[in-house]
């Protein structure tokens, strides 16, 4: 199963990874992320990078670990997790375009039990990568010119 939406976002694209990649303060604004762990990234604590693993508890779902699989400085990471028998990948890019940049927020299920898991929560997740997309926009709109956080 394949979700995804994108969202233009009037902002540089350096603002929008920057926001994107502080996943520590997600629970500050993105509403479908209730608790939030950083665990690290294989070599201690530091930034989110290769290797870095997030646990992170949503309204209605269980907690999960996120590993990062796919990093690229300043454009995307993806990152995958595994929960009964269904591995998550979702993926983070950012495009430029002029006035700021486009985000692409997707979610791919694969394994046996994944047509059930997306037909039983399909809608959830389709609410929440709107959701998702929405506040990462609201947020880095949100005082752009300052390059506050």
């Known amino acids: 199963m394949r979700f995804e939406t994108g969202i233009d976002i009037d902002a540089s694209p350096e603002r929008i990874w920057r926001v994107m990649t502080d ?49 690229t400085e300043g454009d995307s990471f993806a990152w995958q997790a595994t929960s009964g028998g269904v591995t998550t990948v979702a993926g983070h890019p950012i495009t430029p375009r002029p006035g700021g940049g486009s985000l692409l927020l997707t ?39 300052s390059g506050s956080r």
């Open 107 to 145: 979610i791919d299920q694969s394994g046996l039990p994944a047509p059930l898991v997306g037909l039983l929560t399909g809608g959830r997740t389709r609410r929440y990568i709107r959701t998702e997309a929405k506040s990462m926009k609201l947020r880095c709109e949100l005082d752009r010119d």
């Open 23 to 71: 996943v520590a303060r997600w629970p500050e604004f993105l509403p479908t992320v209730t608790e939030l762990e950083f665990l690290g990234n294989g070599q201690g604590d530091g930034p989110l990078g290769l290797g870095s693993r997030v646990r992170i508890k949503q309204p209605g779902l269980p907690v999960m670990v996120w590993q990062v699989t796919e990093f």
